[in-house]
């Protein structure tokens, strides 16, 4: 039996995810990503190129905005937590405190500190290898602190009374030297190959603003920190992002014209800049141009809903609460076009983070593929 062809038009609603008012239709899967049955589905990787997109709107040092289409909902979500969990990073893990004397309790504190994002030469940290703390002898770099994977960076802070503050000063900030303690009082202590791996672009936190104690004349804090590369599976530290989210593109289909006061009602629907006014064009309006409903004639100069830019919509479903719009709009969402969100927490920045992922997903595919070879021998 030949497979079946199906046509274009059912390919397109394959695709959509319907939206309805108190219903979501078409969301099941098939047992595999693309196969459906009776069809000829069989994977090919130009097939696979062909359909592959990546279309970055935004890209930030900090902040990426990118669509990833063709790929199956499992694909996306594993680069999504790949980002959160397993792309390593550098965070301050062991705290050695010489003295406190701030409020602050010394467990306080570490924690704190361990929060402290850090930054450095993004080719010097690619090069980094993880610690393995153990309690056995072992002479393997891996469980050895080396210049290679542990961080030195020192927190000595003492505040003091501010002898040229004025008499009738207030604030903390003003009477005293070093009231608050700032993650720019960071020093970076470079140890062998790191004065030349991070030479331009020292070991050090993202911002120098992030207040970690408050001290008054007499207390101080000396501290001596070690950063090592960690993953956020193991800790939410060695996250390398804020967020790591995406969602499905929305769709919005006017099927019949929506005028005059129901425009500018249905545009209040959505979120700004979702949906657009137009002016009935006399050639509508006459029933000459290229689309030709009767519902434009003697129109002209009225107010159209237009579809401006579904990225913004948020899907709220409000439009179909209306009796006026009831069989003119219909929503959904695209099953294989996922919109990313990627907010770096600052050591890499967002675009790199996504190929840092794609990566650590081949070294998992190739693991995969060898289990599978002993497997059969």
């Given at each position: 039996?030949?497979?079946?062809?199906?046509?274009?038009?059912?390919?397109?609603?394959?695709?959509?995810?319907?939206?309805?008012?108190?219903?979501?239709?078409?969301?099941?899967?098939?047992?595999?990503?693309?196969?459906?049955?009776?069809?000829?589905?069989?994977?090919?990787?130009?097939?696979?190129?062909?359909?592959?997109?990546?279309?970055?709107?935004?890209?930030?040092?900090?902040?990426?905005?990118?669509?990833?289409?063709?790929?199956?909902?499992?694909?996306?979500?594993?680069?999504?937590?790949?980002?959160?969990?397993?792309?390593?990073?550098?965070?301050?893990?062991?705290?050695?405190?010489?003295?406190?004397?701030?409020?602050?309790?010394?467990?306080?504190?570490?924690?704190?500190?361990?929060?402290?994002?850090?930054?450095?030469?993004?080719?010097?940290?690619?090069?980094?290898?993880?610690?393995?703390?153990?309690?056995?002898?072992?002479?393997?770099?891996?469980?050895?602190?080396?210049?290679?994977?542990?961080?030195?960076?020192?927190?000595?802070?003492?505040?003091?009374?501010?002898?040229?503050?004025?008499?009738?000063?207030?604030?903390?900030?003003?009477?005293?030297?070093?009231?608050?303690?700032?993650?720019?009082?960071?020093?970076?202590?470079?140890?062998?190959?790191?004065?030349?791996?991070?030479?331009?672009?020292?070991?050090?936190?993202?911002?120098?603003?992030?207040?970690?104690?408050?001290?008054?004349?007499?207390?101080?804090?000396?501290?001596?920190?070690?950063?090592?590369?960690?993953?956020?599976?193991?800790?939410?530290?060695?996250?390398?992002?804020?967020?790591?989210?995406?969602?499905?593109?929305?769709?919005?289909?006017?099927?019949?014209?929506?005028?005059?006061?129901?425009?500018?009602?249905?545009?209040?629907?959505?979120?700004?800049?979702?949906?657009?006014?137009?002016?009935?064009?006399?050639?509508?309006?006459?029933?000459?141009?290229?689309?030709?409903?009767?519902?434009?004639?003697?129109?002209?100069?009225?107010?159209?809903?237009?579809?401006?830019?579904?990225?913004?919509?948020?899907?709220?479903?409000?439009?179909?609460?209306?009796?006026?719009?009831?069989?003119?709009?219909?929503?959904?969402?695209?099953q294989d076009h996922f919109i990313f969100s990627v907010e770096s927490t600052g050591q890499f920045p967002s675009d790199d983070l996504f190929l840092q992922s794609v990566d650590i997903l081949k070294k998992k595919a190739k693991r995969l593929l060898k289990a599978l070879d002993e497997i059969e021998k």
């Amino acid at each position: 039996m030949a497979p079946i062809q199906p046509s274009q038009d059912s390919l397109d609603r394959r695709k959509l995810v319907g939206i309805n008012a108190e219903t979501v239709t078409n969301i099941t899967s098939t047992d595999f990503p693309g196969h459906h049955a009776g069809e000829d589905n069989s994977w090919s990787l130009d097939k696979f190129k062909q359909n592959l997109k990546i279309i970055f709107h935004q890209n930030q040092t900090h902040d990426a905005v990118f669509s990833l289409v063709g790929v199956d909902a499992s694909i996306a979500n594993a680069f999504r937590r790949i980002l959160l969990a397993e792309v390593p990073t550098l965070a301050i893990e062991k705290v050695y405190v010489q003295n406190n004397t701030s409020v602050i309790a010394d467990e306080v504190l570490a924690h704190r500190l361990g929060l402290v994002p850090l930054k450095g030469d993004v080719e010097g940290m690619k090069k980094l290898v993880p610690f393995i703390e153990t309690d056995a002898d072992s002479d393997s770099k891996l469980t050895q602190r080396t210049d290679v994977n542990t961080f030195v960076l020192s927190l000595i802070v003492r505040c003091e009374r501010n002898p040229s503050a004025d008499k009738n000063a207030t604030e903390p900030e003003d009477k005293y030297i070093n009231s608050s303690v700032y993650s720019g009082h960071f020093k970076f202590i470079p140890e062998g190959i790191q004065k030349e791996r991070f030479d331009e672009v020292p070991i050090g936190p993202v911002s120098d603003k992030i207040l970690l104690a408050k001290l008054r004349p007499g207390q101080e804090i000396d501290i001596i920190t070690h950063a090592h590369m960690g993953k956020g599976g193991d800790h939410a530290k060695f996250s390398p992002v804020a967020t790591a989210t995406y969602r499905l593109l929305p769709t919005i289909t006017i099927t019949r014209p929506i005028l005059g006061d129901d425009a500018y009602k249905f545009q209040k629907c959505f979120p700004d800049g979702v949906i657009a006014l137009e002016r009935v064009t006399a050639a509508e309006s006459e029933g000459s141009a290229e689309i030709n409903d009767p519902a434009y004639y003697g129109r002209q100069g009225d107010e159209k809903a237009v579809v401006a830019d579904v990225m913004r919509d948020t899907v709220s479903r409000e439009c179909l609460r209306h009796d006026e719009f009831k069989g003119k709009v219909k929503l959904g969402r695209v099953q294989d076009h996922f919109i990313f969100s990627v907010e770096s927490t600052g050591q890499f920045p967002s675009d790199d983070l996504f190929l840092q992922s794609v990566d650590i997903l081949k070294k998992k595919a190739k693991r995969l593929l060898k289990a599978l070879d002993e497997i059969e021998k």
